[in-house]
């Protein structure tokens, strides 16, 4: 009996029952930005750890559902929930402008990587410099609770909202993973001429894990807008933003389904507390997922969850061999017998 479904389903029971156990309001927060930070972070999981298409510029898709929703929020009054919809699709039709931009030039490895950098930044100056984005002041977004547009005056709710989409898109990935466009972009990955030599159409799937991770981010940026209920182009389309993205996953385990989930459950905790124990040192919190970073790249190059599955996936692979070369040692005595 295999042990993944049952631990699954203690997971999603103890997220389910976390609100009734802990009342207190900060570690509903952290809580909170675990499942949020899990959310983009398996996006993000998608298009680099999948396809191995590393981005530094998902803040670009990010900002775009947050400025998206918040602006028609606050300028037309239409429902976040509507604003993140389209929020997904603008995204979702940035993100395939920057693959065409990228993928048919057949950008790669550092380069795609400062290419994706180079058009976060871009989009952070326009929003800098448009009066309808107030430039760098921002948007404020007012608070008026109504399920109906987004805001809620318990943390619970928003909790169990993100808990939602972090498990949607969870099962999403666990499905693309196992799916045609899954073994493709693993393909990609591992060696691109190889997988197009054997007729694999790079561009196409490139096209559809960045489609996809784009659109995906943009809700989370959605999310956060109506959390937060105030964004600035230096909170939404900056570079820490994207920095932040990536990190849960590289950290529990690129391309794996559950490696964002475990980063966000180290990661999160860890400099949110560092902040809480030490605000008057800044960037304290920073300083944690370095040394954290630099320890998982020496000791785990693969993250925590790669490291745990090839250490015991090999066990029981050669379990398995050992205990089929023993059976057919057997059956080849019993017939020479």
């Known amino acids: ?51 191995g298409q590393f981005s530094f510029g998902h803040a670009a898709f990010f900002g775009t559902g947050a400025y998206t929703s918040s602006i028609l929020f606050t300028k037309l009054g239409m429902s976040p929930w509507i604003g ?59 608070y008026k609770p109504d399920p109906l547009m ?14 939602i989409f972090a498990i949607a898109v969870t099962a999403l990935v666990y499905y693309i993973s196992r799916s045609k466009l899954g073994y493709n972009l693993v393909a990609i990955r591992e060696n691109e001429d190889a997988a197009q030599s054997l007729g694999v159409n ?7 894990a960045i489609a996809i991770s784009a659109s995906l981010t943009a809700i989370g940026g959605t999310f956060y807008a ?9 909170t939404t389309f900056s570079n820490d933003v994207s920095i932040n993205i990536l990190l849960p996953a590289i950290i529990g ?4 389904v559950l490696g964002p989930i475990v980063g966000s459950l180290i990661i999160i905790p860890i400099g949110e507390l560092t ?20 320890l998982v790249m020496l000791y785990l190059p693969e993250g925590i969850v790669g490291w745990f599955q090839n250490k015991f996936g090999k066990k029981k692979s050669a379990k398995k061999n050992k205990d089929s070369s023993i059976s057919g040692g057997e059956e080849v005595g019993t017939l020479k017998n």
Do not use: C
């Open 1 to 51: 009996m295999k042990k993944s479904p049952i631990l699954i389903t203690l997971a999603l029971v103890v997220f389910a029952i976390f609100p009734l156990v802990v009342k207190d309001q900060y570690y509903m927060h952290i809580a909170i930005l675990i499942l949020y930070y899990a959310l983009v972070s398996q996006a993000w999981n998608i298009l680099s750890g999948y396809s």
């Open 202 to 208: 790079t561009y196409k799937n490139k096209m559809i």
């Open 150 to 163: 987004f805001q809620f005056s318990s943390r619970t709710t928003y909790y169990y909202i993100i808990l």
């Open 226 to 234: 109506q959390y937060m209920l105030f964004i600035e182009p230096a």
């Open 275 to 294: 902040t809480t124990w030490f605000g008057n040192f800044v960037g304290v919190n920073l300083m944690a997922y370095g040394v954290i970073l630099i």
């Open 84 to 142: 993140l919809i389209i929020g997904a699709v603008i995204a979702a039709v940035i993100g395939l402008f920057i693959g065409y931009l990228s993928f048919r030039f057949k950008l790669r490895g550092v380069f795609f990587s400062l290419g994706t950098l180079a058009f976060a930044e871009i989009l952070r100056i326009i929003i800098q410099n448009f009066d309808v984005f107030n430039k760098t002041l921002g948007v404020l977004i007012p």
């Open 253 to 256: 385990g690129a391309g794996t």
